[in-house]
């Protein structure tokens, strides 16, 4: 079993910074990818970033040049800087880790329970 626990949510007026921070605990692997995800109400979740195991980072359009994703596999940590935050990136921010076996087709997707982040004007 996988747990992930996150951190860092808040409440921070539109400029501003907020840094989230999770970390993987269980059956884990360095080869996992881990990520963050967001949704706001009548929304779909949607990706905010990943990070492969080699450091490869992917964002999502409405946060590049804005967030940055970062990885510690010795603590299985990821970090996500948000900055210059916006009312739009309001939301609950779930924290995720992707499992692809090796050998089989098996595969599954871990989250966190979710944090709030709330962006005020």
């Known amino acids: 079993q996988v747990q992930l626990v996150e951190s860092g949510g808040g409440l921070v007026q539109a400029g501003g910074s907020l840094r989230l921070s999770c970390v993987a605990s269980?059956?884990?692997?360095?080869?996992?990818?881990m990520g963050w995800y967001r949704q706001s109400p009548g929304k779909q979740r949607e990706l905010v970033a990943s990070?492969?195991?080699?450091?490869?980072?992917n964002y999502g359009d409405s946060v590049k040049g804005r967030f940055t994703l970062s990885r510690d596999n010795a603590k299985n940590t990821v970090h996500l800087q948000m900055n210059r935050l916006k009312p739009e990136d309001t939301a609950v921010y779930y924290c995720?880790?992707?499992?692809?076996?090796?050998?089989?087709?098996?595969?599954?997707?871990?989250w966190g329970q979710g944090t709030q982040v709330t962006v005020s004007s």
């Open positions: 995720n880790l992707h499992f692809a076996s090796k050998r089989t087709p098996y595969q599954k997707d871990y």
């Open positions: 269980g059956s884990i692997s360095g080869d996992d990818a």
């Open positions: 990070i492969t195991s080699g450091g490869s980072t």
